[in-house]
Structure formats: C-alpha cells, structure tokens
C-alpha cells in the first residue's frame, strides 16, 4: 500500500509553454500533498503544500503566480509551471500524507524531469 | 522542525550491516524521527519512523537513544541496491511538511 504515482515522468518543453505535473495516490486518499524540487545534486526544496479543496500554501521564495497548485480531489494535486523558461528546469517531486498510528507518514512519488528548452 | 546532522558519506561492505547514525539533540517531545532514503533519480522511499521506542520493519531498524537526541537507521545485511542516499528527518505529525537536510550518501561496496 501507500502508492504515489506522477505523470509524465519525464517532459521537455519549449520555452514559454505550460506544463501540467499531475499526482495521484492510488491506494489512500490524502487531505494533504506536497511539491517538492530537486536541481542536480541538491537536496529536495519544498515548494507548496496543498490541501484538498482550499488554496495552496506557498513557501518563501516560491512565485505562486508561476506554479499553479490544484488539489481538487482526495486523490489528485496537480502542479502546472506556467511560462516555463530554462531555469525551472529541475526534478519535481510530490508526496502524499497518509494517516498512521499517532502521526502521519508521508509517500513520494516518482518524480517528474522537467526539461525546458 | 528540529534540525538534524548525518554525516556525508559512509562505506558499507555488501551483506553487512549499515549503521547510519543521525543527531537531533534539539529534538520536541511531540516529534518523530524518519528515515527515507533516494536512490539515484527516483522520488524518496519510506523506511521507518519512531517516537521513543526501538522500531524495527522489513526494511530496517530504527534504534532511538533514550534521551531521544540522536537515532541509528540500520540496515542488517546491505546489498548493492541500498546504494543511495539517506535522510533523517525529524518532525511533528498533524500533516507537518517535511524539510530535508543533506542526508548520508550510502555507498555499499561489492
């Protein structure tokens, strides 16, 4: 159980375009997901997180005009870079918070490579 | 969150154990320490969490020291697979974000 998958896992795009990342978790529904990006041999950066059914929660830094969240069901959040230019190039991962004993444990997905040309 | 210190790099001779350690002296009564792991170009994988008590799941083992200021992850026989880096992480449930530090890059040697 606790599976978080990401479509696509890998796109390149012209500079100037839209890309839509979507999460899903398959097995679980998660009232919370968050964004994640990782440049080359860096560590994860949070991003967002995002809650479903209300307005993302952006981390400092983090243009919320640029990176459009939407967690618009208990299984899906999805993560649009809009006017992606070379540098939002980067390695863009998300997870999932499931429900344990005491605490809640939280589930990544594969990741998405995102090339901007 | 608390902050955490591992150290960069370890060694770790295949089908031996790994024992990774983790600092967290400045550790709250109400956060858990966990362990992911990310193998190279992969999303982080879940290995174990705790409170206060020693944990111990199909993967690994989680030993906590009793003042609860640092923890050791240990893998009990490594294999080339396990070649990846580590993360220790220290938060509070309640759907808290998770903030990754450096991690140990575990580099298991045939």
């Known amino acids: 159980g606790a599976v978080v998958s990401q479509h696509p896992s890998r796109v390149i795009c012209k500079s100037g375009t839209s890309v839509k990342i979507e999460c899903r978790s398959l097995d679980f529904q998660a009232t919370t997901m968050f964004w994640y990006r990782q440049f080359p041999k860096q560590s994860l950066m949070l991003m967002a997180t995002?809650?479903?059914?209300?307005?993302?929660?952006?981390e400092q830094g983090v243009e919320k005009d640029k990176f459009l969240i939407n967690h618009a069901s208990l299984t899906l959040s999805t993560l649009t870079v809009t006017s992606a230019h070379p540098e939002d190039s980067s390695f863009y991962i998300c997870s999932a918070s499931r429900q344990a004993v005491g605490t809640d444990t939280q589930y990544f997905g594969p990741g998405t490579r995102l090339t901007v040309l | 969150d608390a902050k955490t210190t591992q150290p960069p790099s370890m060694d770790c001779a295949e089908g031996r154990a790994a024992n990774l350690p983790c600092n967290h002296s400045?550790?709250?009564?109400?956060?858990?320490v966990y362990w992911y792991r990310q193998i190279h170009s992969q999303g982080p994988q879940y290995i174990i969490h705790g409170l206060k008590n020693n944990e111990t799941n199909e993967m690994a083992s989680l030993i906590i020291t009793e003042d609860r200021k640092s923890s050791t992850l240990i893998l009990p026989h490594a294999t080339l697979r396990d070649t990846a880096v580590y993360y220790c992480i220290v938060r509070a449930g309640g759907y808290q974000k998770v903030t990754f530090g450096t991690g140990t890059k575990l580099q298991v040697i045939p």
């Open positions: 995002s809650n479903e059914g209300s307005k993302a929660t952006y």
């Open positions: 400045t550790i709250s009564g109400n956060e858990y």
